[in-house]
C-alpha cells in the first residue's frame, strides 16, 4: 500500500476569526488509484495537532470534478452516487470527529477514482477542499461559536446579501469566512498559520484484486417526497442543518431526547460495507435501518474528556462506525431506508446536521462449494 502526505493552501486566523474557502486543485495522488484511507486534521506551522477548543474545526470536505484543459473556469462536479441534489457531493470528509473516527476501507474493496473513462475528452479530474474553522481562542461563549449562533457573531445578512430570517437562531448562515465570533472584552491574541494536514492511503487499481464501492451520504433533512408521476425524477431537497429546540421546562433533563427521522427509497443496492454518521454537540446516536426494520448501521458519538488533540472535553472527538461482514448487511434496489437521528435536547442546539456516510459495493457471487474448517488447522 502506498501512502502520500499532503498540505492545503494555508489559513491564517485571529481569535474568533471564521476560515470557510475552497481550495481548488489540490494535491492528491495521480493515476487510477483505490483509496483506502483518507485522514485528515488541522496543525499548526510546526505540524503540531491543534486542540478544538483553539481552532474548532467545523468541516472539511474533499470533491472530485473534471475541468476543461482548455478552459479553466470550466469544471463539472463529478461527485459521488447520492443522496443530496446538489449538496454532500464529496468522496471524503468529517468534522470535529476526524481524529477518532475509522476511515479505512477494507479489502478487498477500494473508493475507485482516476480512471480516465470517467474523464470526458478534453478534461482532467481533479480535486478541492471546502474547509470550515473557527478560531475560538478568547471567545465570550466557545460552545455558543461553534454552534454559529446569530448574536455572537453579529450578522444578520447571509453571504449573498440576503437578510436571515428573525428566527434563524444560528447555523452556517451566521459564521461564513471572515466573520467573527464575540471575544471576551479585552482579550488580545496573536495571528496564527494553520494547514490541513491530510494522509490518502491507496493501491494502484488492479481489476482482478479490488471490489469498487459507491459512496452515498444521506441528510435527516432531505425533503425527499414520492413524485406522483412515476416517470419523474425524485428530488432530494436536502438542507444541510437544522435546530434542535430545547425541551419542556417540565420534562425530565434525562429524558429530553430530540428525534427526527427520514425514509427514502435507495436507488442501486448491494452489500454495505462501511458506514458511520456525522453529527454535532448534543448528538447522542443515529441509526440506517432496512424497510423490515433492520439495523444496517448504528453509529454514536464520542466525546473527549481533555484538553488533548483528539480529547477534548464536550467536543464530539469521533464517530463509532460499522464494518459488516461482507454479504452480512445488504440493501434490495428501491428498498426503502430510513436515517433515525437522535440530539439532546436539554439544551437548545442550533445548526445541527443528521448525516450518514456509507458504502456499497456491488454483491459478491455466492460460492457454489463448502469450505469446512477445524480448529487447531
Known amino acids: ?226 413524485p406522483v408521476n412515476p416517470t419523474a425524477v425524485a428530488k432530494h431537497p436536502c438542507q444541510l442543518e437544522y435546530e434542535v429546540e430545547p425541551c419542556s421546562a417540565n420534562e425530565n433533563v434525562r429524558g429530553c431526547t430530540h428525534v427526527r427521522h427520514l425514509s427514502v427509497p435507495f436507488p442501486n443496492g448491494g452489500d454495505v460495507i462501511y458506514g458511520v454518521a456525522h453529527q454535532h454537540r448534543g448528538a447522542i446516536r443515529s441509526a440506517l435501518y432496512g424497510e423490515d426494520g433492520r439495523v444496517l448501521c448504528s453509529s454514536k458519538p464520542i466525546y473527549g474528556k481533555g484538553k488533548s488533540p483528539g480529547n477534548e472535553a464536550g467536543y464530539v472527538v469521533g464517530m463509532s462506525t460499522c464494518y459488516p461482514k461482507p454479504g452480512s448487511v445488504s440493501i434490495r434496489d428501491g428498498e426503502m431506508v430510513t436515517l433515525i437521528v437522535n440530539y439532546s435536547n436539554a439544551k437548545r442546539h442550533s445548526g445541527v446536521m443528521g448525516v450518514f456516510y456509507i458504502l456499497v459495493a456491488e454483491s459478491l457471487p455466492k460460492p457454489n462449494f463448502v469450505l469446512n474448517s477445524f480448529d487447531g488447522v
Open 1 to 226: 500500500m502506498k501512502s502520500a502526505v499532503f498540505h492545503s493552501p494555508n489559513f491564517v486566523l485571529t481569535p474568533g476569526l471564521v476560515s470557510n474557502k475552497f481550495y481548488y486543485n489540490i494535491d492528491f495522488p495521480k493515476g487510477h488509484i483505490a483509496v483506502k484511507d483518507f485522514y485528515a486534521e488541522v496543525v499548526d506551522e510546526a505540524g503540531h495537532s491543534v486542540p478544538l477548543h483553539e481552532v474548532y474545526l467545523h468541516h472539511w470536505i474533499v470533491v472530485r470534478y473534471n475541468q476543461r484543459k482548455s478552459n479553466l473556469s470550466d469544471m463539472v462536479v463529478h461527485g459521488n452516487s447520492g443522496m443530496c441534489d446538489g449538496l454532500f457531493v464529496q468522496h471524503f470528509g468529517l468534522g470535529s470527529e476526524t481524529r477518532k473516527t475509522a476511515t479505512y476501507t477494507p479489502d478487498p474493496y477500494a473508493i475507485v477514482v482516476g480512471d480516465p473513462a470517467d474523464v470526458p475528452e478534453g478534461y482532467q479530474e481533479r480535486w478541492l477542499i471546502n474547509l470550515h474553522a473557527i478560531d475560538t481562542r478568547g471567545v465570550e461563549d466557545r460552545f455558543g461559536c461553534i454552534e454559529c449562533r446569530c448574536h455572537l457573531y453579529n450578522i444578520t445578512k447571509d453571504e449573498n446579501g440576503r437578510d436571515i430570517k428573525p428566527d434563524y437562531f444560528g447555523g452556517l448562515s451566521c459564521c461564513p469566512d471572515k466573520s467573527r465570533c464575540r471575544l471576551r472584552r479585552g482579550f488580545r491574541g496573536p495571528k496564527r498559520t494553520f494547514y490541513l494536514r491530510y494522509t490518502v492511503k491507496y493501491v494502484d487499481w488492479d481489476a482482478t484484486s479490488i471490489v469498487p464501492v459507491r459512496v452515498y451520504i444521506f441528510d435527516v433533512t432531505d425533503g425527499w417526497k414520492k
